[in-house]
């Protein structure tokens, strides 16, 4: 093969210059060929890398050229850099020991969703600019809102990550209010209230984030306390905007988590939704771990009470076998979401009576992500992603059984779904807290170390907590068993299971 | 094969229950190679599709059915509907005749790419998430700021469209006045001054939306007229400046557009950044689509100046040739980004001292993006995307020498880069302004009508303008000829080329 990849295929793209094209149809096709072999070795045998990379920080930098090739090189010494410089050196979150943070899959449709998806390449930002891809992502939500047993007014769109998503439902929120902050913005405004952002002090940090983002700031943002199990309290939420409405401050939105980001705790959406009723307050419900689980009947009331919500995010990309990026924001009020975001240049004016996304967001331009959720949902059937989460939570519910039955170690949260919280506590042993903190770090790094698992921590009640998530296609009992000997080895205790 | 795509391949993934895997290396294989075939089909004959479709709204949602399958479907049906539903309806991007707003391509490395990149399916929040992934993001932004030309204290960083990176950079500006609005938001602080943004009155309506989203408010913009050639008035932005400084409102940030999206005018970059050093002003400049012309010496010019502003998003995914979404931001106070955005939760706390990208932005989840750029710089070479950025830049500098020489079209604006905009108004007619909007008006939907080319449209100086876009790979000169002939016809002009 020649050293330059890059060469016109005059046969099918006759070009002026005769350079113009990127790569010939046989060249295409035989890269293809090689990619598709390296992703089959690559996800169909994960194990042969740690979980966690080796590497230290700079070390791929120093292995890379510190500035662009003249000329063009070939994909061969592209394909040979990618085996021995990149790949060594990812974390792999597609490793069946990946249980940090929450883990995820891109599942083998989900991937050539991808593939033909920036093929098509086309821009979605109007209707006109794209009527497959609009109305596609119209179609696979609505799909999607009935196997979560959403109500059929929520109007879907997908966006980028569920920050984003949060960001733009947070907008939406402020805008609802009516008090001209887009015309007239927020500042030297003697008629404006101070606004409020009420959520659990379990709330992702997202939810912070947007309320810096929209000029309501931290001290705009009020966490609420939570129970036993981590769930936002109801009567304290409700006792907060009391105070707050008899100073004069006004409450712009109620963030209810659905499986909380240390915990997967769920918040009472029932209970929290009739206080946002009866005060008329935007409720924002941040599902975008848990929410897939809705599509089980088992589970489906965690959204109970989401009919009278005004948004709803929901992450596929973590918990649906959908590559990342997809979250998809549900919102009751399509045309609040409008009226915070829609300005409409002269270049983007079209005649279609159409809904146009880029009216409903930050983002203007928007890849074709509706494909690959089309090609998963289809390719699974509903049934098969029912079963398959059914699995995880079944996996995961076995290990918490192993740490509640063990001495040495305590189960710390509920664990509603596929996420354990736990901690090495040594039975017989009075340790100070700090103590047993110490003990769970470094237990976590000797587990992390081994390359064979990689579990993340949080903390809960002000302590170190380590955390078990399930979420890969290729997690199996083996693996988890795996992880519980591991953490038994290197805790020093003797083997119970 | 069989009917259910969807089994387990025992070889290769033991599982407990028999059926979680997603689809066997085998099946994976077949199936990859299929849509690389589709693909290539795709790409290498486009134009037996008409650029934009003739479908009505509703027509594709129409023909797919109301819900979810229950149980799984085979590629192939999926496969069908690709061909026979979503691919006819679909406005096509990578057309010859897609002339469009900005048109761009998804090059064939830059699809390897995101094929490779989604399998991989790393999340980049932070460096121990992804270290090669962070790391390569580095690099290969690196490379792009020296082709660009960019001074070496840039620090890059990828987002997923020009909207996002330049509330970033907006929401950054913010944070550098110190007042404190992270911390205590912006309503009802008497010692908080009125914040403006300035832009030139062609700059993007993403700069609006970023001004509404932070809260400064469509009044807490102020649009700075321009030239003749469409280019923002340094002394007209200094008299603004001067005007608010006595009436105490504090300017936040000047936006200055390097190639505006309407006739692609480049404001005098030089020229801002002294005010902007001597008023002390955060300077961001949108260079979204020509940003990447920066590439060629000739074109250097754009960015003179540019050593002292402090933000500046360059677009990859425009003119680049990488698939949507990449869009880039150079910043040169990546501590103000962090100041502005980082929340680290005990979940994400981790001990490397690095830069973590969750803490420069609004997403915590990234895609691994410069996988995609790093091919595509690669197997081009910097000496092939600069031999195609000029192609681009001489084929519309010959349809723009056509217009001049028409006696029955004018040309509106300079077009120092591949846009030309320009209108019909014949000869020997005294037609009232209204009449040749409308003749223009006409005209674009009879060109586009025929599905051989998509123009845009734009208004300049109240009139409607026609535009032409070059920047997919695929365009060549027999495509713009075949533009310029299609507007003589229909306009009723003989043809003088």
Redesign the interface.
């Known amino acids: 093969m020649p050293s330059k ?2 060469r016109t ?1 005059t046969e ?6 005769g ?5 010939s ?1 046989s ?3 035989k ?3 090689e ?6 070795r ?4 994960p194990e042969r890398y740690k979980v ?2 080796d ?1 230290a ?5 120093a292995k ?1 050229p ?10 061969e ?2 394909f040979s850099d ?1 085996d021995s ?7 792999h ?2 490793h069946p020991g990946f249980m940090a ?1 929450f883990s ?9 969703g ?10 979605a930002m109007l ?7 609009v ?2 992502e ?2 696979v939500l ?3 809102r ?2 979560l047993g959403l109500s059929a007014d929520f109007y879907g769109l997908i966006h ?5 998503a949060s ?1 733009v439902a947070l ?1 939406a929120a402020r805008e609802s209010l009516n008090l001209r ?9 003697t008629d ?4 409020r952002v009420y959520a659990s002090e379990h709330s ?3 939810i ?2 947007a ?10 943002i009020t966490k609420i306390e939570s129970d036993a199990e981590f769930r936002m309290i109801p009567d304290a939420l409700e006792r907060k905007i009391e105070i707050d409405l008899k100073q004069g401050v006004k409450p712009m939105a109620v963030v209810a988590t659905v499986g909380t ?2 915990s997967t705790a769920v918040d009472p959406v029932k209970e929290i939704a009739a206080i946002c009723r009866r005060y008329n307050i935007w409720l924002h419900i941040d599902a975008a771990y848990a929410g897939s689980a809705a599509v089980l009947s088992e589970k489906r009331w965690i959204f109970e009470g989401s009919e009278t919500a005004d948004s709803i995010v929901v992450n596929p ?1 973590k918990w649906l ?1 959908v ?3 997809c ?1 998809v924001l549900y919102c009751r009020k399509p045309d609040i979401l409008r009226r ?2 829609s ?6 004016k079209t005649n ?3 809904r146009n996304p880029m009216d409903y967001g ?6 074709f992500r509706a ?2 959720l ?2 998963v ?8 992603i029912r ?2 989460l059914r ?1 995880h939570i079944q ?1 995961a519910q076995d290990f918490k059984s192993w740490i509640e039955e063990s001495p040495d170690f305590e189960l710390i949260a509920p664990a509603p779904f596929s996420v354990v919280c736990f901690r090495y506590n040594p039975s017989g042993k009075k340790l100070h807290p700090a103590e047993i903190d110490k003990l769970n770090e470094t237990l976590m790094e000797r587990v992390n170390s081994t390359g064979e698992v990689f579990l ?4 809960l009640r002000n302590c170190f907590v380590l ?1 078990i998530a399930i979420g890969n ?2 997690t ?3 693996h988890v068993k795996r992880a519980w000997e591991l953490l038994q080895e290197h805790s020093g205790t003797p083997r119970s299971a």
């Not at 990619?35 to 089959?40: G, K, S, V």
């Not at 690559?42 to 045998?45: M, P």
């Not at 209707?127 to 891809?133: D, E, L």
């Open positions: 990849t890059l295929d099918t793209t006759p070009l002026a210059n350079s113009l094209g990127d790569m149809p060249e295409f096709r890269h293809a060929a990619f598709t072999e390296w992703i089959i690559y996800l169909e045998h966690l990379a590497v920080p700079g070390d791929i930098k890379l510190g500035s662009a090739p003249e000329q063009p090189e070939s994909m010494s592209i990618l410089i990149i790949a060594p050196a990812l974390t979150w597609n943070y995820n899959t891109a599942s083998k449709p989900g991937i050539l991808e593939f033909v998806s920036a093929a098509i390449n086309p821009n209707w006109r600019t794209g009527p497959a891809v109305e596609l119209e179609v609505d799909w999607l009935q196997l980028e990550g569920a920050s984003l960001l907008a902050i887009r015309e007239e913005g927020m500042i030297g405004r404006l209230p101070k606004l992702h940090s997202s912070d984030k309320a810096i983002i929209l000029g309501v700031g931290q001290s705009g980001t240390s990309h076998f590559p990342v990026d979250s915070a975001f300005l409409i240049p002269e270049y983007l279609e009576e159409v930050v983002t203007l331009g928007r890849r494909l690959k089309w090609f949902i289809r390719t699974f059937g509903a049934e098969g079963e398959r699995y996996i993340s921590h949080t903390k955390r296609l290729g199996t009992e083996r």
